[in-house]
């Protein structure tokens, strides 16, 4: 599985754009690029993914570099329950051998 | 529709004892996978299991084991604890296996072994 590289923390003011960004310069063809985030003693949970083109669901946008080795989260107008580690990781398009792999992620604080 | 559930949510056990947690997945996910978040190791993979057969299995030794079930509810074993199995255990459920189709996660289980 390819590696990912994220800063591991990262202040953002409430009411801005929080922009989360991710490496993951040995990506492969088939590997698609997944966010998740953790609250703290709480399970991930699911933001976004995307394979080369650019996303964008109700809670965030996935900007990903056209050769594909790095990406950008973006939650549009962080609030205070946005605090939590965000996870970037690849996973491959290979039926049978396929799993997440977390990395250690980038814990995010939204201030005041 | 109910989202992940895992019981118990905590559990305190000891040294050479064996412990069994349950993971029920939403409802028409066929897709379970296992987890174990620890402070210094992260999230790491355990196993994955997909219409009552093991997929995939994560670099973890053969103390951890599962199934699954008819109904798609899974259980984890651990046999003979040892203190470095505290941790959370996470269980996350999908449609069907692949990268296509995200994983939702349940709260989790956090075990204590003294």
């Known amino acids: 599985d390819a590696k990912t590289t994220q800063p591991p923390s990262m202040d953002c003011a409430e009411g801005r754009a929080a922009n989360l960004p991710c490496n993951h310069s040995?990506?492969?063809?088939?590997?698609?690029v997944y966010w998740y985030r953790q609250i703290h003693s709480q399970g991930p949970q699911y933001i976004i993914h995307g394979l080369k083109n650019n996303e964008t669901n109700e809670m965030a946008s996935l900007i990903i570099t056209e050769d594909r080795k790095s990406s950008t989260l973006i939650l549009p107008h962080a609030t205070l329950r946005d605090t939590a580690v965000y996870y970037c990781i690849v996973r491959v398009d290979d039926f049978g051998n396929e799993k997440l792999t977390f990395g250690t992620g980038t814990r995010l604080t939204i201030i005041p | 529709k109910a989202g992940v559930t895992q019981t118990p949510r905590y559990l305190i056990k000891t040294r050479g004892q064996q412990v069994t947690l349950s993971c029920s997945p939403i409802?028409?996910?066929?897709?379970v996978s296992w987890y174990q978040q620890t402070p210094g190791q992260g999230l790491q993979f355990l196993f994955e299991y997909f219409s009552e057969t093991q997929r995939n299995k994560g670099n973890f030794p053969g103390r951890f084991s599962g199934r699954q079930f008819s109904n798609s509810r899974s259980e984890m074993n651990v046999s003979t604890l040892e203190l470095g199995d505290s941790a959370l255990y996470l269980c996350a459920s999908s449609s069907t296996p692949g990268p296509y189709n995200e994983q939702f996660f349940g709260p989790g289980t956090r075990l204590t072994v003294l």
């Open positions: 409802s028409g996910h066929r897709s």
């Open positions: 040995t990506i492969s063809g088939n590997e698609y």
